[in-house]
Structure formats: structure tokens, C-alpha cells
């Protein structure tokens, strides 16, 4: 059972338009919400996340946006810059216990043509 | 750099074999977490360490086990290997004394090639 799912497995934007990449949840007990950017041989880095008390954080070119009601995040990323071509996992965080165990999506590939 | 060390990089072994990978944690940080990555899956959640002992279980196989020294190193040790067992193995570690934000620091993963 997926807890998290990122339904788009891969997308191709234009440099310098809006690249929005989406991610849903079914686990009401995720308090936390994180994006991680993969580069090829490399390991995932953190990026952005948001509480679950908030709806919206901001972080230079990258913002996500939280739907509770929907259990819906997205992460938009505006100007989209070639180097911005990476897979990007929607991570979340379960508030039950004191560890920090993320459970990820299978993530998204995100490419941005020049 | 995340300063998360994982090694071997790359290991290529056979069927009925088992091996063992490694990681060392940021300095600082009690925690580490393996994840393994198999083809077109996310990262699935295996097992978790904290300051030499175990705090939470995954989706890891009894062929598989896992250890974290008083060093706070971690290795992974995988017996009994399969096809399916190949894919990257991610180590990664968290400072649970500091921010609460659930932000881990991965390593730049093992890519276990069975054959």
C-alpha cells in the first residue's frame, strides 16, 4: 500500500516557465512533508519542506503548497533552470514515534529543456 | 557533500552470496537509516538505528540485518542474495537532538549488482 504517491513519473518543461510537480498522501498522520532532488549517481538532497499546520512555504524559486483536505502537496518551481533537471521525491514524515522514518514516493523526473 | 560516506560505491557478486555495506554518518548525528532503491520503485524504508540501537523496522527482509557500533558506523549485511536484490542502498543519518523538520542526509548510496 503506497502511502505516498507521486502519479506523474516523469516532466518536461520549458526553461524559464513553471515547473509544478505533484504528490498525494493517504496517512493522516504524516505531520511533515518533504522534497528531495536526486541527481544521477548522486544521493537525494533535501530541498524544501512544509508542517502540516501551514499551507504554503517558500524558498527562493521553490515553493510547496499543502492541501490537508486533499491530503495534496505540490512543489512549483519558478523560473524552471536546466539544472533544475533531476528526479524530485515527495517524502513524508509520520508523527507517531520520536525517529524520523520518511516514507517517499517513487518520484518524478523532472526535465528542463533550454 | 552531505557528509554521509557509503562504501563499497559498486559491488557485483553472485546468487547465494552475501556482502556487507557500510556507512558512516555525519559527525554528530546518532541516527542512520538504510534505504533501498530497486528499479522504478522510490525508496523503500528498511531499517533505523539510533546511538547503537534499534528504533525502527521496515520493509527488510530476514535475509537482511543490520548493526550500528559504538563508533556510531553502521553496516548492512545482506546473505542469501537473489536477482532481486539488486538495487542502491542508500545510508542516511539525522541529528534527532536538533531540528525537528524530519530532514535526512543521504549518502551518495551501494549499487548491488547479483547476477
Known amino acids: 500500500d503506497q502511502q505516498v504517491k507521486q502519479n506523474s513519473p516523469s516532466l518536461s518543461v520549458q526553461e524559464g516557465r513553471i515547473s509544478i510537480l505533484n504528490c498525494d498522501y493517504t496517512?493522516?498522520?504524516?505531520?511533515?512533508f518533504l522534497w528531495y532532488k536526486k541527481y544521477p549517481a548522486e544521493g537525494p538532497t533535501f530541498l524544501i519542506s512544509i508542517s502540516s499546520i501551514k499551507d504554503k512555504n517558500e524558498d527562493g524559486r521553490f515553493t510547496v503548497f499543502l492541501n490537508k483536505s486533499a491530503k495534496h502537496l505540490s512543489l512549483h518551481i519558478v523560473p524552471s533552470q536546466p539544472g533544475d533537471s533531476a528526479v524530485y521525491f515527495c517524502a513524508a514524515r509520520d508523527s507517531g514515534g520520536s525517529n524520523y522514518k520518511l516514507t517517499f514516493g517513487k518520484g518524478t523526473l523532472l526535465t528542463v529543456n533550454p | 557533500d552531505s557528509g554521509v560516506t557509503q562504501t563499497p560505491k559498486h559491488l557485483i557478486t553472485a546468487t547465494g552470496q552475501r556482502v556487507t555495506l557500510r556507512c558512516s554518518p555525519r559527525?554528530?548525528?546518532?541516527?542512520v537509516y538504510w534505504y533501498q532503491q530497486s528499479l522504478d520503485q522510490g525508496l523503500q524504508f528498511l531499517i533505523q538505528?539510533?546511538?547503537?540501537?534499534?528504533?525502527a523496522k521496515g520493509n527488510i527482509l530476514e535475509r537482511f540485518s543490520a548493526q550500528q557500533f559504538p563508533d556510531l558506523h553502521s553496516e548492512l549485511n545482506l546473505s542469501s542474495l537473489e536477482l532481486g536484490d539488486s538495487a542502491l542502498y542508500f545510508c542516511?543519518?539525522?541529528?534527532?537532538?536538533?531540528?525537528?523538520?524530519?530532514?535526512?542526509?543521504f549518502g551518495e548510496g551501494s549499487r548491488l549488482t547479483v547476477l
Open positions: 542516511a543519518s539525522s541529528a534527532l537532538a536538533g531540528a525537528n523538520t524530519g530532514e535526512l542526509f
Open positions: 496517512n493522516s498522520m504524516f505531520d511533515y
Open positions: 538505528y539510533y546511538n547503537g540501537e534499534e528504533r
Open positions: 559527525s554528530g548525528d546518532l541516527s
